[in-house]
């Protein structure tokens, strides 16, 4: 009897399943027979032409968008962003650029180390008054951008006026692969501590991480800080390879499953470690995702890392890029990956984020405990949660407005046009603030407190109910009593914009690795890190 109900029950769950994969075939032919149908009658009695391209673009967007954040449809016209997001590379010269005014010139304000633009000789404040022939003035940023870009080995021809020779001239400029590289920086920290800075999880992440590592050994290294802060992630397979220089050879690093028994799949690490033992700190934030989380999540499963920092942003969904007909892609969520333990770092409800995307909090009732390697208790639900949790440096509302508003890099591209470049970063400290501030002042931006912010919201809101009337006594004593003007304002806000404006002239002098020393030198969080105890290696 038992048997046969078994039998039954596996017989009636056969059923189920074919109906229920029948019925989301035949609502997936109506859907697209009710959707043709209406093109076709659009097409036939609309009274005007009809916008398909504008059409085409919004239908798949609001598809998509009923999914998740991270399938979308990738056009061909688009196939080079795809391209930067997957290698981090594009054919073209090799530095940023900026154009304060569209009938202006574009102004170089940051070659690349390495690049076609530093090898040709331009600098920060070389001025591009035309490309290929064509003047630059009336023609936008990005259309100036798309003109520089090009096939790798391609000539590009520019009339540039010198910023330090004071002349104009005309270059030719032969196209490189620009390759941004996943390892910002990396160097020591002192006599014994290592530090890396990994920004992406493009396809040379992993040799650039293990080339580092290595040289940083070599040099005395006995302690090593893997910085994934804000590191939005990228590919698995890189994020594999970096977890495999820290573990032994054929250690799980994550599994994926999705609805498709192809999606199931277990990676393991396949290169030899390049040490297994040595003290490992890896660094998160809020903005930590995809294999950012992977490799963290791994090295703590593993117990072969401390993790520090904040909870990470909680993206545990794995892509994949699909050909589609006239060259277009679509790069569709098809699973979730799980860390060694079993964990899902996926967020339970996209819904509940922070203003930056993070997971908010998530009560430890609608999660699930899991186990590391050594015992410890680890939970899911969202991100990964820290073992040791660093204070989080906070901005004032001002700094983060001359930031946002590009006025600080604005300064900087002033600052290195005045002034020669002397000295190694190591060297360089800024100190004419009184010109900075003579700056801004000229500069249209939100400087308003955030105090001050709060008062404007709540005389609207009381305005609104009738009530600001009676009380304008009380609420112009608190406007006065808050308010406070420009000039006050940012030298109240010294101490925090000087680190903003040192690294990006520290940029514009010495490149990208300049700038991240800048960072280090004010990084109260990388300090407290070096502080705390770490997670004991076990065998």
Known sequence: MKAKNIICAGALALLCTGAFAQSKNFKLAQWTEIQNSILSELSRSYVDTLPVERMKAASIKYMLDELDPYTVYIPEEEEDDLEMMVSKSYGGIGAVIYKPEKDGNVIITEPYKNSAAEKYGLKAGDEILSIDGISVHGLTSSECSEKMRGKPGSTVVFRVKKLRQNDTISLSVVRGRIKLPDVEYYGMLDAETGYILQTGFTESASSEVRAAVSELKAKGMKKLFLDLRGNGGGLITEAVNIVSIFVPKGSVVVTSKGSREDSKMVYRTAQEPVDTQMPLVVLVSHGSASASEIVSGALQDLDRATIMGQR??????????RPLP?????KVTTAKYYTPSGRCVQAIDYAQRREDGSVSHIPDSLTHEFTTAHGRKVRDGGGITPDVTLTEKEYSRLTYSIVMNGIVEQYALKYV???????????????????????????????????????????????????????????????????????????????????????????RYWFQPAGVQMRIRYDDELKEAMTKPLITVQD
Do not use: W
């Open 417 to 507: 046009c005045e002034h020669e470049a002397e000295g190694t970063p190591d060297d360089f400290h800024y100190t004419d603030y009184a010109d900075f501030v003579e700056f801004a002042k000229t500069k249209q931006f939100d400087y308003r407190s955030s105090a001050q912010a709060l008062y404007d919201q709540m005389r609207k809101e009381l305005e609104k109910d009738g009530l600001a009337e009676a009380m304008k006594t009380e609420l112009d004593a608190m406007k006065k009593a808050i308010e406070m003007d420009k000039e006050t304002f940012l030298n109240l806000k010294k101490d925090e914009i000087i680190p903003f404006i040192e690294e990006e002239i520290a940029v």
């Open 326 to 330: 006239y060259n277009g892609k679509i």
């Open 312 to 321: 990470s942003y909680g993206k545990g969904l794995v892509q994949s890029i």
